[in-house]
């Protein structure tokens, strides 16, 4: 079965980076989209980015956009999320997900599967 995996959490000062890693097994990986998406408690679900199966588009939501970047590694499995000058606004917990089409890219209802999810807390 399709299993995501998320790790690379952490708790990080305000103004510091962060590297995600979400691996991948149970399916044909490099066909698929894959994005991150976060919860923050008492918040509705958010989708953060999105990248299509080869990697050539991506798509962000506004208030990351110029501070992280998701990439991913076709040949590992992997997606990954950079974070760089986190804020408090960011702290979440953030979830993997998949799905073989490339639209709705940031509507979490379109997904899949998911991940457990990994914690990010912004200290300031």
């Known amino acids: 079965q399709v299993q995501l995996v998320e790790s690379g959490g952490g708790s990080v000062q305000s103004g510091g980076s962060l590297r995600l890693s979400c691996a991948a097994s149970?399916?044909?990986?490099?066909?698929?989209?894959m994005a991150w998406f976060r919860q923050a408690p008492g918040k509705e679900r958010e989708g953060v980015a999105a990248?299509?199966?080869?990697?050539?588009?991506?798509i962000y939501t506004d208030s990351v956009k110029g501070r992280f970047t998701i990439s991913r590694d076709n040949a590992k499995n992997t997606l990954y999320l950079q974070m760089n000058s986190l804020g408090p606004d960011d702290a979440a917990m953030y979830f993997c997900?998949?799905?073989?089409?490339?639209?709705?890219?940031?509507?979490?209802?379109?997904?899949?599967?998911w991940g457990q999810g990994t914690q990010v807390t912004v200290s300031s």
């Open positions: 149970g399916l044909l990986y490099s066909v698929y989209t």
């Open positions: 990248i299509s199966n080869g990697g050539g588009n991506t």
């Open positions: 997900a998949t799905k073989r089409l490339w639209t709705s890219q940031l509507d979490g209802r379109t997904y899949n599967y």
